[in-house]
């Protein structure tokens, strides 16, 4: 299919660790891409590739991919981290771009 | 450091069309070989992505939209353009603009959004 696949919503309790995930068959062959977005603010880059953060993105978060499963971790979930989170990739023509539905993660 | 900003008609009358500009400074687009997109989101949803535009003008689209959607890129001005005609309360969300920065590891060649507008918000209403 061309679609990608998120649960609405997960929690964590603070400093625990949390995985959201996005499910697709796209990601069988391409890296999901992921962002967190705050109330009311743009999208952010916190993981591309097979698991890349950009300059400024702490190292609470990684990225992994097993078959048609991408995930986001965050290893010792702080207060700030509670946002939505959002992965996206290509379709299967390579040219396109889809973004999953979105991840409410709240920190409790 | 690169910064977006998007500019436009905050209410659309159904039916008619779409028009927002993406002013891009700090940096040229003409002179970085980077694709420039739209992406928006309806109130209380998810992202949606419009398309990609180089700065040579190819361009890619969402197939559900590809009817309805230009994009274009002025590189006079340093901006990057959207039309979408036809519209309808659908058509409701936060437009942002960003960039597709390009980024290599072992493994490929990457290109997320990297850099991005603060989002104009459209509503289409009669």
């Known amino acids: 299919s061309s679609e990608l696949t998120q649960d609405p919503a997960v929690s964590v309790a603070l400093g625990q660790t949390v995985r959201i995930t996005c499910q697709g068959d796209?990601?069988?062959?391409?890296?999901a891409t992921w962002y967190q977005q705050k109330p009311g603010q743009a999208p952010v880059l916190v993981i591309y590739?097979?698991?890349n953060r950009p300059s400024g993105i702490p190292d609470r978060f990684s990225g992994s991919s097993s078959g048609n499963t991408a995930s986001l971790t965050i290893t010792g979930a702080q207060a700030e981290d509670e946002a939505d989170y959002h992965c996206k990739s290509r379709d299967s023509s390579g040219n396109h771009l889809m973004f999953g539905g979105g991840t409410k993660l709240t920190v409790l | 450091q690169l910064q977006l900003q998007e500019s436009g008609p905050g209410l659309v009358k159904p039916s008619e069309t779409l028009s927002l500009s993406c002013t891009v400074s700090?940096?040229?687009?003409?002179?970085?070989?980077?694709?420039w997109g739209w992406i928006r989101q309806p109130p209380g949803k998810g992202l949606d992505w419009i398309g990609n535009i180089y700065y040579t003008g190819s361009t890619y689209y969402n197939p559900s939209l590809r009817s309805r959607v230009l994009i274009s890129v002025d590189t006079s001005k340093n901006q990057i353009s959207l039309k979408l005609t036809s519209v309808t309360a659908a058509d409701t969300a936060v437009y942002f603009c960003a960039r597709l920065g390009e980024y290599s590891d072992s493994s490929g060649s990457y290109f997320p959004f990297d850099y991005w507008g603060q989002g104009t918000r459209v509503t289409v209403s009669s």
């Open positions: 700090g940096g040229s687009i003409s002179s970085s070989s980077y694709y």
């Open positions: 796209s990601l069988r062959n391409y890296y």
């Open positions: 590739g097979e698991n």
